[in-house]
């Protein structure tokens, strides 16, 4: 728990500082003079007054922060670069308040782009046998069959399909795949994907399409002294081709074949050194979430999937990274309004305490799992602020927008009833998220 706070904090720090840090140039540019930069909120830790005279602070509230612009002149002698928003148009002020969230989507642009760069290992996007009854079942999808194209854009890899599947998937919508089959013979499916439930908590769409991952048989990665599997003799390095009568085993399946047989022998086949080695294992009770006896015997699997290595050139990078950025963006502008429109469930909204979870779960998985986070964040973050709620940005552009339509500012007594609106449904959202977060963590 305490990785995944400070993952957390590391999570929000660099997200709220490119954010605000575009509203300060933005401010800069503008003319109006910043008077505190703040990472977090409340006490203030630590304290630095530049030349400019804006001062820089490190708060002891670690959910945030903020750029506190000049807001009205300052009485005196007017002073060069010390501008006061309320002296500024409209225009200039828009554009500070839209500074905030374009940075927020440069900053995904900027790691998707030095990811893309950099290149990674990733499994080949080759499906395993769809389950009966499943849109891909249904569509002739066959094992061993390698997705190169989906509506006539070129796939690299398993989590390139996965993320361009996305949206289709959540929406129900059709999507024509380009496929490479075990004997080189390409071949376009088409698939009409199941619409997304309401709720996706714990929901696997890709496998409730029948869209799997072919998943090689699982070898034993870790032994635990002590456990069933030891007591069967079972080895690290063991590759488990047959548990009971199942032949076709990946690592799902033969979780599920332990699990369902607590306290009753299973036999096994594993390859050992290129040998077939017969094994019978006692999976031991164990009580699962749900409250049902489940077994287990005490090994930790992994799955040789086949990988390759995808890396591009800059532009490329840069091209992929700000269409995956935009998609991501414009994907949750349709997942709000399905939200308003009652299509999607409220309980997908996540609050700081599964933000936290899911920062340290990325973190487990490495670096660059993590950095993808990140990037998922400040895309959120970017699309939140632009919402027209007053207290957000897009609030405040929103009053910049009817100044410039009327010629004149909203009268000030409309714009504090917004602000109050604004600030009730801001409250609203965060009641709602962090009851969703409760709801997670207790069950």
Not at 103 to 112: C, E, K, N, R, V
Not at 202 to 213: F, K, P
Request: charged share 15%; aromatic share 6%.
């Amino acid at each position: 728990m305490l990785s995944s706070i400070v993952f957390f904090i590391v999570t929000i720090s660099i997200v709220v500082v490119f954010h605000e840090l575009g509203h300060y140039l933005a401010a800069r540019l503008c003319g109006v003079h910043v008077e505190r930069f703040s990472l977090g909120f409340g006490k203030v830790l630590l304290s630095r007054r530049d030349t400019r005279g804006t001062e820089w602070v490190i708060s002891a509230l670690p959910l945030g922060g903020y750029v506190k612009p000049l807001a009205e002149p300052e009485t005196g002698a007017m002073v060069r670069g010390r501008g006061a928003m309320s002296e500024k148009s409209p225009w200039q002020r828009m554009l500070i308040f839209a500074a905030g969230p374009a940075f927020s989507l440069l900053l995904g642009i900027l790691i998707y782009s030095v990811m893309y760069m950099a290149g990674s290992n990733v499994p080949q996007a080759i499906l395993g046998a769809p389950a009966a009854g499943t849109p891909a079942q249904v569509a002739g999808i066959k094992k061993g069959d390698r997705v190169i194209g989906l509506n006539g854009s070129n796939v690299h890899s398993w989590t390139q399909l996965q993320q361009q599947l996305l949206e289709p998937m959540i929406l129900g919508q059709s999507v024509t795949l380009q496929l490479r089959d075990t004997s080189n013979t390409d071949r376009d499916v088409t698939i009409a994907l199941l619409p997304a439930p309401q709720d996706l908590e714990g929901v696997n769409l890709s496998r409730l399409n029948g869209l799997d991952i072919d998943a090689p048989p699982p070898s034993a990665a870790q032994v635990i002294a002590g456990g069933a599997g030891e007591a069967a003799g079972i080895k690290q390095g063991d590759v488990i081709v047959q548990a009971g009568a199942r032949t076709d085993l990946n690592a799902r399946a033969f979780i599920e074949e332990i699990e369902k047989n607590p306290g009753q022998e299973v036999p096994l086949v594993v390859l050992r050194d290129g040998q077939r080695v017969t094994l019978n294992v006692t999976p031991r009770p164990t009580k699962g979430p749900d409250g049902v006896s489940q077994g287990k015997i005490g090994v930790a699997l992994q799955s040789g999937y086949p990988m390759t290595f995808v890396r591009y050139g800059l532009l490329e990078s840069v091209t992929l990274a700000t269409t995956r950025t935009l998609d991501t963006a414009w994907f949750s502008v349709k997942m709000l309004g399905k939200m308003v429109t009652g299509q999607v469930s409220w309980k997908n909204i996540s609050g700081p305490v599964t933000i936290a979870d899911y920062a340290g779960k990325s973190a487990s998985l490495g670096f660059e799992r993590f950095i993808e986070f990140i990037a998922l964040i400040t895309i959120s973050i970017g699309v939140l602020n632009l919402i027209p709620i007053p207290g957000l940005d897009g609030g405040q552009m929103l009053f910049a927008f009817f100044e410039i339509v009327r010629g004149r500012p909203l009268p000030a007594f409309v714009q504090e009833k917004g602000l109050a609106l604004g600030y009730m449904l801001l409250l609203a959202l965060m009641v709602v998220a962090f009851l969703n977060d409760v709801m997670r963590i207790t069950g």
